[in-house]
Nanobody, 125 residues
Framework: QVQLVESGGGLVQPGGSLRLSCVASGFSLDDYTINWFRQAPGEEREGIAC??????GYADFVKSRFTISRDRAKNTVYLQMNSLKLEDTAVYYCAARPNGPINICPGQATDFPSWGQGTQVAVSS
């Protein structure tokens, strides 16, 4: 059974950093694409970054501020977020989909069948 558990969210001041974790179970990261999404109140869920084996992709608005990585031994994907802004406040989710012949990275929320419960990130002074 595919399970994803996010952690690492919290309250941080503008300019601060957080590292989110997505612990995967029931599958190997070698066989799945993981995408981070976020959703602010009243907004649609938007993609942030993705990782498929050695390939990574980012939304334009987070390039150079956020970094996605994975630890195969821990079956965990990380999202390092630096220089956080007020508008980064949202619930952050990781999502997974099995790899297929087409590289869906980054993908849309509808491309991913498996989701974690989310972790809240609040950027406030």
């Amino acid at each position: 059974q595919v399970q994803l558990v996010e952690s690492g969210g919290g309250l941080v001041q503008p300019g601060g950093s957080l590292r989110l974790s997505c612990v995967a179970s029931g599958f190997s990261l070698d066989d799945y694409t993981i995408n981070w999404f976020r959703q602010a109140p009243g907004e649609e869920r938007e993609g942030i970054a993705c990782i498929r084996s050695q390939y990574v992709g980012y939304a334009d608005f987070v390039k150079s501020r956020f970094t996605i990585s994975r630890d195969r031994a821990k079956n965990t994907v990380y999202l390092q977020m630096n220089s956080l802004k007020l508008e980064d406040t949202a619930v952050y989710y990781c999502a997974a989909r099995p790899n297929g012949p087409i590289n869906i990275c980054p993908g849309q929320a509808t491309d991913f069948p498996s989701w974690g419960q989310g972790t809240q990130v609040a950027v406030s002074s």
